[in-house]
């Protein structure tokens, strides 16, 4: 007994893992290939899918909000590209942008009244001119410091800010923009005797016509459309504005 524990206390101890029993192994390749993953012990994943995993987490639900809506515009102006160029160009210069607008829809309304309300027999160059260059100095211009004041000057949200603007706009700029609007226009015609008869004939009934097209529409506009993209809204009802606006500013005068 001596020399057998001898024996065994002489020989070398060896550190072999032990292998884990037969019923484990069967269970772990019974397993579908994704449970057996997840069963996994943490240690034992793959450290490149860790750390991928992580970053796609956190710029989900903890990155740059800014950046987040940054993408999800650029992603939605990828249908519009006109739009984005446009709203692009708003931001950059905005003051030029709405100017060469309301050129462009001056100009357009000013052919439409011709050609389809007057029934002309060719354009009236000169006239269209006249129109469109008070388009592009007068009306883009003015339009674009005017909505920008009266956003600072009525800060109220909601319906009650909306009926605000809309009383400020329709009921002290409008009628004055309009007078001066047809004086300009009349004088760079080459009529300024006839300033005064036009504005008797042709302002109260122009200012008329504004109240029953644009107090609705403004009200809608002032109310959910965002101040900057504003000037934008209203061009697509100004160009249906600048044909029965082209048409009372030239419209004879009836002398008495």
């Known amino acids: 007994m001596a020399m057998a524990s001898t024996l065994l206390a002489s020989r070398p101890f060896s550190a072999r893992p032990s292998a884990p029993p037969p019923h484990s192994r069967r269970l772990a390749l019974a397993l579908p290939p994704r449970l057996a993953t997840l069963s996994a012990p943490a240690g034992t994943r793959h450290p490149r899918k860790c750390g991928r995993l992580q970053p796609l987490h956190a710029a989900s639900c903890c990155g740059n909000p800014a950046a987040a809506a940054g993408a ?25 942008t709405k100017a060469i607008t309301s050129a462009v829809l001056t100009l357009a309304g000013d052919i439409i009244c011709q050609l389809v309300i007057d029934k002309a027999p060719e354009l009236d160059l000169k006239r269209t001119f006249v129109f469109t260059f008070l388009g592009l100095v007068l009306v883009g211009p003015t339009l674009h410091v005017w909505y920008l004041y009266l956003s600072k000057l009525v800060t109220i949200s909601g319906a ?97």
């Open 72 to 96: 999800a515009a650029g992603a939605g102006a990828n249908g519009w590209p006109l739009l984005a160029w446009y709203l692009m160009a708003l931001d950059k210069n905005p003051v030029v």
């Open 160 to 256: 009650s800010g909306a009926i605000a603007r809309l009383l400020l706009d329709q009921f002290i700029f409008s009628p004055i923009f309009i007078g001066v609007f047809m004086s300009l226009l009349v004088t760079l015609e080459g009529r300024p005797s006839l300033v005064v008869p036009k504005l008797k004939q042709e302002w109260l009934s122009s200012v008329s016509a504004n109240w029953q097209l644009w107090i609705p529409f403004q009200f809608l506009n002032f109310y959910f459309v965002p101040q900057k993209l504003q000037v934008l809204a209203a061009n697509f009802v100004a160009l249906a504005w600048n044909v029965i606006l082209s048409f009372k500013a030239h419209k004879e005068i009836v002398t008495k």
